[in-house]
């Protein structure tokens, strides 16, 4: 038996590492020799350029700075788009010299590309690796280099990455002209309503390159299901559920190997004897294993996101582990059902239905500058909205295995679109497109390539508990002939376990109910319209505004350009703004009609304070409204859209450099799982219930406020509320109206626990009976008295205490501040923010950020309080 121990652990040896540093880059052009010249270690990179690897050709450009940033200002009119250049301009070749000794004793080294786009060729140390041809952005490839390794161990790679074929022309249509759709790529790249193109079309080895080290098989594609039937608790003794373990063996050898493919998990070892013919790959399926008790993971705001990790093993004659792939899982299962209350579809997680609010997302950088802390920064900022969904839009791609271990952390369930959009794919007459609807609608030009693409990507993902969904396109289906496999013989096959909708507004989805809007809209919107106007009953697409404050705008305007919108009443767009702030989509979406009310803004730092007030009372009010029709009107709701991939104004909650606006925080306040809630119609206060049990002495407290701080108690009454439901308290309409009637009012719901701790603050704000703020613009000036202390490495608690006798403490922004530059910590995690903080009251709000600043500065600034700062004790 010891002589089995040393063997493993001996095994241990065998590694995998990224090719991420140290490449260099030519253009063609400047390069005559082939590739199996460039790829010897006798060519000289003398005057070859740094590479950015993972990235793309405009990536490394920036880095060496031959171009500007072209998320500042107009600088992406500075640099040459690819249509007008032509592919050469952005085709590049990259070197990357590594060492890696020459295999012995069986064992086999792998060299894999995660990513290129569009084509490529690609030479080591003189020869040839890809003997056939290689392109797709969405297909990974893995080359055995046993053989083409160097003797001496000193190595180099040479790739030479051609562009998309068309690249396609940004006239201003969504996507282009559409025809980059013919490539199995994203579309965004040739610009869209929310992004300018992306000048060399995202060309390059944009995603990991790693060289990985087996013995004589190359353990693949680990496939992981779970079953957990029947209706579950999120606490308490579970009942048993069921883990299914497969994988692919792939025998890189001439001879016969015997082994066994195992793993562990919660001390019982899972097992099966393998035989794999030379030169062969074969799927195996181990063993069915019952999991006793299992640790269910839930999404977020329903319960805990429990993952088992595991090692899956090939275990050559017995003896010597050939290959291993650690495996991280969630115990869950997905199913659907028809609400015929609503005529839409509900998700159901282990047997609990969940009442889905999402929010839309494109890529988490427009130039596939893709980081772990970003990601994990970006779906952290998803669940505090108390958001439990994100769909990725059919215009990109599949997101990365490092965005799906960040929502299985968060608890965040994923709707993944395949490569498809209504614009580019066909759905409509588009006169900016070059082709007619029927050319477009058979895009891809390679349907063969899209598919074995789609195999690919779902082997690469299909094991994290987020993905929850599959679908076929943004808009639009497939075509029949990928639509027809994808659905009825890929999927059942490589996944099988979750819904597939064949496309985004789908009727297998959502029926547009007559009478109603459809989809959208995607503009500002009475906030009462998101309560009595009925919109698809599980919408996959509606939001509003998202423009950042000063500080935020302020990062990519220049100051000659920060210029306030002017209203054009009665016109189309109904604003004219600044041609840079044109040119980072801000379209006249009518900020003006909601901005005036507060008060004329007296400059573009005024306009930007009083947008988040509009921005925080509209995705309040949108999801406010929503929830209030759960599972009578709706099903779900999907944010269009919650980020930004670059410095736009459209549709974000926080901005590309992290700092959220209001949105995210009136978006957290109308999504909380428990909420108590005011109809902006006729004025009724209703709970909502989201979570799976009953909720029991809850004590509710309705109170409101006038412009000097007088304080008046509508009621305080004991409620209780069932799982999963909405409940009407009482209407206050006409206390409302009363005291807002001059200069407008506040209103404060709370609810309380047994121990008189406040479950959920809800403030609003109210205008006088003109549908002015009047009142807000008189209001005195309140001294806050703020309190900052260090509660643990990078976690700040603040207290804010308004003194009695005070107004109303409205609407303060908290930032924590780096002290040598003045600037806000990016990203920084707030409990809550723009608060509000009534007379003799005290609110508590915790920080935490990831970044290593010393001595943080804590800077409150509210409506009526004026900016003081803090240092944190």
């Keep these: 038996m010891s002589g089995l121990v040393i063997a493993l652990t001996a095994a241990k040896a065998q590694d995998r590492y990224e090719l991420n540093s140290g490449w260099k880059m030519a253009a063609v052009k400047e390069v005559k020799e082939s590739g199996t010249a460039v790829s010897l270690k006798t060519y ?13 050709v405009l990536t490394s450009m920036l880095a060496n700075n031959e171009v500007p940033d072209p998320f500042w200002g107009m600088n992406n009119e500075k640099i040459p788009d690819i249509y007008h250049t032509g592919r050469d301009y952005y085709t590049y070749w990259f070197t990357k010299d590594f060492k890696e000794n020459y295999p012995s004793g069986g064992k086999q080294v792998w060299l894999t590309f995660r990513g290129i786009n569009y084509s ?11 003997a056939e041809p290689y392109k797709g952005m969405f297909l990974r490839k893995t080359f055995n280099i046993s053989k083409l390794l160097s003797r001496d161990g000193n190595n180099r790679l040479a790739v030479i990455v051609y562009p998309p074929d068309p690249v396609g022309n940004p006239n201003g249509g969504q996507g282009g002209d559409g025809v980059i759709a013919r490539n199995v790529s994203h579309q965004y790249v040739a610009g869209w309503d929310w992004i300018r193109p992306i000048r060399d079309r995202n060309t390059g080895i944009w995603d990991k390159v790693y060289i990985e080290k087996t013995g004589s098989i190359n353990l693949k594609n680990p496939h992981i299901v779970t079953l957990v039937p029947g209706k579950r608790n999120t606490d308490g003794l579970q009942k048993s559920a069921t883990v299914k373990v497969s994988a692919e063996l792939e025998n890189a050898t001439d001879r016969r190997i015997e082994g066994i493919l195992q793993y562990t998990l919660e001390g019982t070892k899972v097992s099966k004897n393998v035989s794999v013919a030379p030169g062969r790959s074969v799927t195996v399926e181990l063993p069915d294993h019952i999991l006793k008790n299992p640790r269910l993971w839930w999404p977020a705001g329903y319960g805990k996101q429990d993952l088992y990790v595991t090692n899956l093993q090939f275990i050559e004659g017995g003896k010597i582990v050939s290959d291993s792939e650690k495996l991280s899982f969630g115990v869950r299962e997905i199913q659907t059902e028809w609400n015929a209350d609503t005529k839409s579809k509900q998700i159901l997680v282990n047997g609990q239905k969940v009442f889905i609010k999402g929010g839309n997302w494109i890529i988490s950088d427009a130039m596939l500058r893709f980081t772990n802390e970003r990601y994990d920064a970006e779906i952290r900022y998803h669940r505090d909205m108390n958001l439990n969904l994100i769909r990725i839009w059919g215009g990109a791609l599949i997101e990365r295995p490092e965005f799906y271990e960040a929502c299985d952390r968060y608890g965040m369930l994923v709707l993944q679109d395949f490569w498809m959009s209504g614009d580019c794919n066909g759905r409509w007459v588009d006169p900016m497109k070059k082709e007619d609807q029927w050319t477009r609608r058979q895009y891809p030009d390679d349907h063969h390539l899209f598919l074995e693409s789609a195999a690919d990507m779902i082997k690469m993902v299909r094991n994290h508990p987020s993905l929850a969904m599959w679908c076929g396109g943004n808009e639009i289906t497939p075509p029949e002939d990928i639509l027809v496999p994808l659905r009825d013989s890929i999927l059942p096959k490589l996944d099988g376990t979750r819904w597939f909708i ?11 109910i007559i009478g109603g809007n459809g989809d959208g809209p995607y503009t500002i919107q009475p906030v009462s319209s998101f309560w009595e106007k009925r919109t698809f009953p599980f919408n996959s697409e509606v939001g509003s505004v998202g423009v950042g404050d000063y500080e935020s705008l302020e990062r990519f305007i220049p100051k000659e350009n920060m210029k306030v919108p002017v209203p054009r009443p009665g016109q189309q767009p109904s604003e004219e703004a600044d041609s840079v702030w044109t040119y980072h989509t801000y379209t006249g979406v009518g900020y003006e009609q909601s901005i005036e009310p507060y008060g004329k803004p007296s400059d573009v730092r005024d306009f930007a304070t009083k947008a988040q007030l509009v921005n925080y009372d509209q995705y309040r009010g949108l999801m406010e409204g929503f929830s209030s029709h759960m599972w009578d009107w709706y099903t779900g709701v999907i944010i269009w859209k919650t980020q930004n991939p670059w410095t736009a104004m459209r549709g974000q909650m926080y901005d590309y450099y992290l700092d959220p606006n209001a949105c995210l925080y009136g978006l957290r306040a109308g999504s909380r799982s428990l909420n108590i809630m005011c109809n902006p119609v006729d004025g009724t206060v209703m709970l909502v219930n989201n979570g799976f049990k009953q909720q029991r002495n809850l004590m509710l407290a309705i109170k409101t406020y006038d412009m000097s701080g007088k304080e008046k ?7 209780y509320i069932e799982p999963s439901s909405v409940k009407k308290i009482l209407s206050v309409k006409k206390e409302l109206d009363e005291l807002s009637k001059e200069e407008g009012a506040f209103l404060s719901l709370q609810i309380l626990d047994e121990k008189q701790q406040v479950l959920c603050d809800n403030f609003y704000w109210y205008p006088n009976q003109k549908g002015e703020y009047s009142g807000l613009n008189k209001m005195k000036q309140v001294a806050l008295v703020a309190d900052a202390k260090a509660i643990g490495k990078g976690k700040v608690e603040v207290k804010l205490k308004n003194p009695a006798g005070n107004p109303v403490a409205f609407f303060n922004r908290i930032s924590l501040l780096d002290p040598a530059t003045g600037k806000r910590i990016l990203p920084a995690f707030y409990d809550d923010n723009y608060v509000s903080v009534m007379p003799g009251a005290e609110k508590t709000i915790i920080i935490e950020y990831p970044s290593p600043v010393a001595n943080p500065v804590l800077s409150v600034k509210g409506w009526n309080v004026s900016e003081q700062k803090a240092t944190i004790k």
């Excluded at 490529?120 to 890809?130: A, M, S, Y």
């Excluded at 064949?502 to 547009?512: A, K, L, Q």
């Excluded at 108690?713 to 409620?719: E, G, K, N, R």
Aim: proline share 5%; net charge negative; hydrophobic share 40%.
């Design 120 to 130: 490529c060729e690609i030479f080591l140390n003189g020869k040839k690796v890809n």
């Design 713 to 719: 108690m509508i009621t305080q009454v004991f409620a």
């Design 44 to 56: 000289s990179l003398a005057n070859w350029k740094p590479a950015v690897v993972p990235g793309t």
């Design 502 to 512: 064949d496309y985004s507004n789908s009727d297998e989805m959502s029926y547009n």
